[in-house]
C-alpha cells in the first residue's frame, strides 16, 4: 500500500514547477560575444563595447552609457538646433592616469560644453606639461621609502616631488601677473572666444574658471586639457581650487605679495555653471569618480529640475550613504535628473571602462561635436 512517502511532496511540486509570468517588454537575451564573428580581422573598441552589451552585470551598465551618450550626441533641438550641453567630471587621480589624454582629446575636439574637476585635476594637466608622472607600483615600496626619496606615489603612479617645484617656479610669476592685473587692470579674462589677444583691459574679478583659462593659455601646450579648453572656449570650473598643490602655491603667495593679496570670487563661478545648466534645451552627465565634482554638476541640473540624461562610473557603494555611492534613482529624489530621465551607473574603475566608451561615442566617425 502507497504511503505519502511514495510521492513527491505538493509544496516541493509547487515550489520547483513556479509557472514563469512573461519577461518585461522588449527584454533582450543574454549573449555574450561570438569572436567568430570578426573571423579574418580584428574586433574594434567600439564593437567590443556595443556586443558587451547584452552580456549582463557591468557589460550591460557600460553598453547602456554607450547608448546614452550617443544619444547626447544625436540629440539636437527641434526649433534652434542646438545640440546637449554636456557635463563632463573627473577627479584628481584620472588627470594623474593616462586618460588625460582622453579628456583632452574631447575638449580639442569640442565633445563637452563644461568640465568640472578638482584642484588636482587643473594642476596635474599643467605638471605634465613640465615633467612626466611615471608607472610605479601599489605595493613594491612602502610609503617611508618613498618619502625619503622625494617620490609622491598616486595608486601606482610615482609623482617626482621635483615637480611639483618646476610647478611651483612656473605658477609664482603667473600669479604675480594676476594681481597685478586685479590691482590695476589688464586682459579681462572673462568668457570669450578663448584665442582672442586683444581684450580691452579693465581691473579683473578673478574666478577659478577664469584663473584655468589663464592657466591654459599660458602653458601654450598641445598635450594640455587646459589649453584646449581655452582656445576652445570651454569653461572649467573648480570650486575647490585651493585644495592641492594649487592651494599651496596661492597659500606662499600670499606672503610673497603681502600686503596685496590675490582675490577669488567662487560666487561668480556658481552663477556661470547654473546658468549654463538653466539655458541648457538638453543636459547630459558624464561623471567618472563622484564627491565634490559629482555634486557640483549635479546640483548645477537642479536648477533645471534635472539633466535629462546621465552617466555616472565608479566604484563606490550607496551603503555608506556617500554622494560618490549614490546611484542615479538617488539624485532624481533631489531633482538633480529628471524620473523620466535616461541614465545609469557603471561600476567600474574608469581608466579600464572609459576608453571603451569613448571608442563607442565620442570617437566615432562622423560624431558631432557640442559646439
Known sequence: MATSEDHVPAVATAAVHKQSGPMPAGAATVEGIDFDHYAGRDITAAELAVAMSTMGFQATALGEAVRIINGMLSWRDADSDEPTTIFLGYTSNLISSGLRETFRYLVQHRRVSAIVTTAGGIEEDLIKCLAPTYLGSFHAEDGASLRARG?????????????????????????????????????????????????????????????????????????????????????????????????????????????????????????????????????????????????????????????????????????????????????????????????????????????????????????????
Open 151 to 371: 617620490i609622491n606615489r598616486i595608486g601606482n603612479l610615482y609623482v617626482p616631488n621635483d615637480n611639483y617645484c618646476a610647478f611651483e617656479d612656473w605658477l609664482m610669476p603667473i600669479l604675480d601677473r594676476l594681481l597685478d592685473e586685479q590691482e590695476a587692470g589688464g586682459p579681462a579674462a572673462a568668457v570669450g572666444d578663448g584665442g582672442a589677444d586683444d581684450e580691452p583691459h579693465h581691473p579683473v574679478s578673478w574666478t577659478p574658471s577664469k584663473i584655468i583659462r589663464r592657466l591654459g593659455q599660458e602653458i601654450n601646450d598641445r598635450r594640455s586639457v587646459y589649453y584646449w579648453a581655452y582656445k576652445n572656449a570651454i569653461p572649467v570650473f573648480c570650486p575647490a581650487l585651493t585644495d592641492g598643490s594649487l592651494g599651496d602655491m596661492l597659500y606662499f603667495h600670499t606672503f610673497k605679495s603681502a600686503p596685496r593679496q590675490l582675490r577669488v570670487d567662487v560666487v561668480e563661478d556658481i552663477r556661470r555653471v547654473n546658468t549654463l545648466a538653466v539655458r541648457a534645451k538638453r543636459a547630459g552627465v558624464i561623471v567618472l569618480g563622484g564627491g565634490l565634482v559629482k555634486h557640483h554638476i549635479n546640483n548645477a541640473c537642479l536648477m533645471r529640475n534635472g539633466a535629462e540624461s546621465a552617466v555616472f562610473i565608479n566604484t563606490a557603494q550607496e551603503f555608506d550613504g556617500s554622494d560618490a555611492g549614490a546611484k542615479p534613482d538617488e539624485a532624481v529624489s533631489w531633482g538633480k535628473l529628471k524620473a523620466d530621465g535616461d541614465h545609469v551607473k557603471v561600476h567600474a574603475e574608469a581608466t579600464l571602462v572609459f576608453p571603451l566608451i569613448v571608442a563607442a561615442t565620442f570617437a566615432k566617425a562622423g560624431a558631432p561635436s557640442t559646439a
